[in-house]
């Protein structure tokens, strides 16, 4: 509690004014706070605190002027009026501060009904010594940075890597992928993928590009996209591509073709840096003037470095 003679007077002058209100005021001391919008937030949570309804203190600004400023528990705006430094009359300032509070008490325009209401102050009394202020014009609105502050979404790490094996019926092999999230929904990415081929006993290769759409979801993530690519398979004997080897095989080199399709995908998220997921792809291969589907499953660990 502060004993500022001053503040006291103030206190007295404001129950005075109040009292037709059936307010009862309460001295304290001011706010804390680095900033007039901390100082705000920490009235308000005093308010709450202590289950009144405003809280009301006189506020130094830094180039000197001082003003009244008002929170109530109910609402996250912010009632203020300046105060000059030249006259010293604390009913002139109590004056002020009940017309504060019913600014920050009044219904909104639209509502019609008019409401008594029952309130009860808690008036923080400036430091001994500080001069006293007579009013003047209040401004229009409060300054910037009074009122509440609206949450900002969470930002997605732009560029991430993916480890992981993959599945492709009679191939298994290992996944790497790169990526980059252009906008919070849509990504694009490159992978290379090496399988082993168990009926030809040969190894097979693939290098793909895609564009996918992300759901915004940060613990579990779906996703559709499509890939377009190219893929290498070496051949050991003039037999059908995947037949097993069988007697002599004669290594025929290296033919490439095309990849791509559509895939679609499911995630999960542990912390901010690691997600856990796989992607289901429907492509198909052309090479030699055929198509031939090839279906795969990736399972793939992704790091946001």
Same mark, same amino acid.
């Given at each position: 509690?502060?004993?500022?003679?001053?503040?006291?007077?103030?206190?007295?002058?404001?129950?005075?004014?109040?009292?037709?209100?059936?307010?009862?005021?309460?001295?304290?001391?001011?706010?804390?706070?680095?900033?007039?919008?901390?100082?705000?937030?920490?009235?308000?949570?005093?308010?709450?605190?202590?289950?009144?309804?405003?809280?009301?203190?006189?506020?130094?600004?830094?180039?000197?002027?001082?003003?009244?400023?008002?929170?109530?528990?109910?609402?996250?705006?912010?009632?203020?009026? $300046?105060?000059?430094?030249?006259?010293?009359?604390?009913?002139?300032?109590?004056?002020?501060?009940?017309?504060?509070?019913?600014?920050?008490?009044?219904? $909104?325009? +639209?509502?019609?009904?008019?409401?008594?209401?029952?309130?009860?102050?808690?008036?923080?009394? $400036?430091?001994?010594?500080?001069?006293?202020?007579?009013? +003047?014009?209040?401004?229009?609105?409060?300054?910037? &940075?009074?009122?509440?502050?609206?949450?900002?979404?969470?930002?997605?790490?732009?560029?991430?890597?993916?480890?992981?094996?993959?599945?492709?019926?009679?191939?298994?092999?290992?996944?790497?992928?790169?990526?980059?999230?252009?906008?919070?929904?849509?990504?694009?990415?490159?992978?290379?993928?090496?399988?082993?081929?168990?009926?030809?006993?040969?190894?097979?290769?693939?290098?793909?590009?895609?564009?996918?759409?992300?759901?915004?979801?940060?613990?579990?993530?779906?996703?559709?996209?499509?890939?377009?690519?190219?893929?290498?398979? +070496?051949?050991?004997?003039?037999?059908?591509?995947?037949?097993?080897?069988?007697?002599?095989?004669?290594?025929?080199?290296?033919?490439?073709?095309?990849?791509? &399709?559509?895939?679609? &995908?499911? +995630?999960?998220?542990?912390?901010?840096?690691?997600?856990?997921?796989?992607?289901?792809?429907?492509?198909?291969?052309?090479?030699?003037?055929?198509?031939? $589907?090839?279906?795969?499953?990736?399972?793939?660990?992704?790091?946001?470095?």
């Amino acid at each position: 509690m502060s004993d500022a003679p001053d503040g006291l007077d103030r206190a007295q002058a404001l129950a005075v004014e109040a009292a037709p209100r059936g307010a009862r005021v309460v001295l304290s001391g001011g706010p804390p706070g680095q900033t007039q919008a901390e100082r705000a937030t920490t009235a308000r949570g005093a308010v709450r605190a202590q289950a009144a309804d405003v809280a009301l203190w006189i506020e130094a600004d830094a180039d000197g002027a001082r003003s009244i400023r008002a929170v109530a528990a109910d609402r996250e705006t912010t009632t203020w009026a $300046p105060l000059s430094a030249s006259a010293g009359d604390p009913t002139v300032v109590a004056l002020i501060a009940v017309s504060v509070i019913d600014d920050l008490l009044a219904p $909104p325009v +639209s509502s019609r009904p008019e409401v008594q209401v029952d309130v009860r102050m808690t008036v923080a009394a $400036p430091a001994v010594g500080e001069a006293l202020a007579t009013p +003047s014009p209040r401004a229009p609105s409060a300054p910037a &940075g009074e009122t509440a502050a609206h949450p900002q979404e969470p930002q997605r790490r732009d560029f991430y890597l993916e480890v992981g094996p993959m599945i492709a019926g009679v191939s298994n092999g290992a996944y790497l992928g790169a990526g980059l999230y252009v906008h919070r929904n849509v990504r694009l990415d490159v992978n290379a993928r090496l399988t082993y081929v168990i009926p030809s006993e040969s190894l097979a290769g693939a290098a793909t590009g895609s564009a996918a759409y992300v759901t915004d979801d940060d613990d579990g993530r779906f996703e559709v996209g499509l890939s377009l690519g190219l893929f290498a398979v +070496s051949r050991t004997t003039n037999r059908p591509l995947g037949a097993p080897c069988r007697d002599v095989c004669v290594d025929l080199g290296t033919d490439v073709g095309f990849l791509g &399709g559509a895939y679609a &995908g499911f +995630s999960w998220g542990f912390g901010d840096d690691v997600r856990l997921g796989f992607r289901a792809h429907i492509d198909v291969a052309y090479l030699d003037d055929t198509f031939t $589907p090839a279906p795969m499953l990736d399972l793939y660990l992704q790091v946001m470095p």
